[in-house]
């Protein structure tokens, strides 16, 4: 199936069109339609009016002259490719074309067909690209504009380019006043040095792919929020610059949440200890009955050959916790241990020591 090319052709010399229709087939794989005018207010009437694919262009016409021709064709249609035709072998104005914006830059009379159609067909390919990278630049803004997390981009020297709802929502500016990140990070952070150079260093002088740290920031609204921050580069600029993307993550309800647990599990192990230790003065109670009754030829009253057959509790440790009997104590005192038999107690001073 033939690929069909509609070109625009603006030039005020017949003889010159007619050169470019010999030379751009009619028919083949890839055919050429074209059109002629011979003023610049006739082109952009004709494009306002017709699909345009690619406009060969005169820069001398009678309505206009140089490469102000080439910027008022640019500014009417910005998406047409235009390959510009000249009659002077002028390397300056070429670079200056190019630079405008003009896909290639032909001279008049040493273009032969071949060559004109390749310049037709690479400037077509050129717009494809240059299409195709627009469209997945338009794909990766929408990607960080509706991330559900907080996403910024910025240059290396502070400059944001893009900020994601999530973090104007999460921090309560618009993208109008968040400025630059040192502004962000004085309002957030209350000094002008704290993400920014620190990320700036970890990633491009210490030459690391990722930067990572909690802080803790204040919103617009005056509420702090804690936040997983980690930043990577991304390449150079065109203008030499850095790119830097930044993802924060908000963590404040997680971190509130550790921090609960921890408390608990600090009051926790208090609690075991204090538990552990009247459990121990207990036990050290128990054998100094035991021992006792063995004084006085009587059976002791509690088995305690678990504690006996080990190391004896150290002094220390019927010194663990508090006096009296506690909760633990009254539970213990009601278990089998402490139920002794009567007869097996013995009477007076030594009844009353061994309760």
Request: hydrophobic share 40%; aromatic share 6%; charged share 30%.
């Amino acid at each position: 199936m033939s690929e069909e090319v509609r070109i625009l052709v603006v030039e005020d010399n017949p003889a010159d069109t007619d050169l470019i229709r010999e030379a751009l087939p009619e028919t083949g794989p890839v055919s050429f339609r074209i059109e002629s005018v011979a003023r610049l207010a006739e082109a952009l009437a004709r494009m306002a009016s017709k699909a345009i694919d690619l406009i060969l262009l005169d820069l001398g016409l009678p309505d206009s002259h140089g490469l102000q021709t080439l910027q008022k064709l640019r500014q009417a249609a910005p998406d047409i490719p235009v390959v510009v035709l000249t009659g002077t072998d002028d390397q300056e104005l070429a670079v200056a074309a190019v630079r405008d914006g003009a896909q290639d830059y032909l001279i008049k009379g040493q273009a032969s067909g071949s060559f004109l159609v390749r310049a037709a067909r690479y400037a077509l390919e050129r717009r494809k690209a240059a299409e195709a990278l627009r469209e997945s630049e338009e794909r990766f803004r929408r990607a960080i504009t509706d991330s559900p997390f907080p996403i910024l981009l910025h240059a290396d020297d502070g400059t944001i380019l893009q900020a994601s709802n999530s973090w104007c929502e999460s921090t309560g500016y618009t993208r109008e006043e968040l400025g630059t990140i040192a502004d962000w990070t004085e309002r957030a952070y209350g000094d002008r040095k704290t993400l920014v150079q620190a990320e700036i260093d970890a990633l491009y002088k210490l030459d690391r792919r990722k930067y990572e740290g909690d802080y803790t920031i204040r919103t617009k609204s005056g509420d702090t929020r804690v936040w997983e921050f980690s930043s990577a580069p991304l390449g150079p600029l065109s203008d030499g610059r850095r790119l830097v993307i930044s993802m924060a993550m908000d963590v404040t309800e997680r971190r509130q949440a550790e921090t609960a647990l921890q408390a608990k599990n600090e009051e926790l192990l208090r609690f075991n200890q204090a538990a552990v230790g009247r459990e121990l003065r207990m036990v050290e109670l128990k054998r100094q009955v035991n021992e006792l009754c063995r004084q006085m030829g009587k059976p002791a009253p509690y088995p305690l050959d678990f504690a006996e057959a080990g190391a004896q509790p150290s002094a220390a440790a019927g010194t663990v916790g508090p006096e009296g009997a506690s909760s633990t104590e009254a539970d213990l005192s009601e278990g089998p241990y402490f139920k002794a038999n009567p007869t097996n107690v013995p009477n007076g001073a030594s009844r009353r020591a061994a309760q």
